[in-house]
T-cell receptor, first 113, second 114 residues
């Protein structure tokens, strides 16, 4: 069955370190998204991609970057981790650009000390 | 800019009680509407969605939602909840002019007491 996976599932890091969260989908979807989930804010869009070599900023993109070198993967990098980036991060994918259902990964819980 | 509000942060119900979770959005154009659910320890998954047609949409597990365009609302309902419905519920909106950018509400945590 097609799926979307994230790794690691839990990560503890220190302020100032670079961290990369992996997202891999086997749906063969063109569209991929990164969200962060914080209490009281729901899910907020960090970055998204509509295809290989395409990346776009979401509403909370500062301090994060993504790259899309193939269809399956959209890694999220925190250039210099800050305590404010402690959160649960979800990756998602969807098939079409006419806003189809998004399929979510299991999430990565990141703690920045 | 689009935004989504959900009326309740946390709802506690007894089993067999009826459920209605409120969702309102701010956008004047044509929208797609979603309810997602996150069961404890699980992925977010789609509960139901509205794109067009009948404004009363039926989803999985006995849930339904009604789109009322004049009220910019998309409330989620279930006539009789079960303990297994305990979860976080997210309303989401996509403005059709912005392709796949979906805006999520802050979520409502539902606790069902056996």
């Amino acid at each position: 069955d097609a799926e979307i996976t994230q790794s690691p599932r839990h990560k503890i890091t220190e302020t100032g370190r670079q961290v990369t969260l992996a997202c891999h989908q086997t749906w063969n979807h063109n569209n991929m998204f990164w969200y962060r989930q914080d209490l009281g804010h729901g899910l907020r869009l960090i970055h998204y991609s509509y295809g290989v070599q395409d990346t776009n900023k979401g509403e909370v993109s500062d301090g994060y970057s993504v790259s899309r070198s193939n269809t399956e993967d959209l890694p999220l990098t925190l250039e210099s981790a800050a305590s404010s980036q402690t959160s649960v991060y979800f990756c998602a994918s969807s098939e079409s650009r006419t806003s189809d259902t998004q399929y979510f990964g299991p999430g990565t819980r990141l703690t920045v000390l | 800019a689009q935004s989504v509000s959900q009326h309740n942060h946390h709802v506690i119900l007894s089993e067999a009680a009826s459920l209605e979770l409120g969702c309102n959005y701010s956008y004047g154009g044509t929208v797609n509407l979603f309810w997602y659910v996150q069961y404890p320890g699980q992925h977010l998954q789609l509960l139901l969605k509205y794109f067009s047609g009948d404004p009363l949409v039926k989803g999985i597990k006995g849930f339904e939602a009604e789109f009322i365009k004049s009220k910019f609302s998309f409330n989620l309902r279930k006539p009789s909840v079960q303990w297994s419905d305990t979860a976080e519920y997210f309303c989401a909106v996509n403005a059709r002019a912005s392709y796949d950018k979906v805006i999520f509400g802050p979520g409502t945590s539902l606790s069902v007491i056996p």
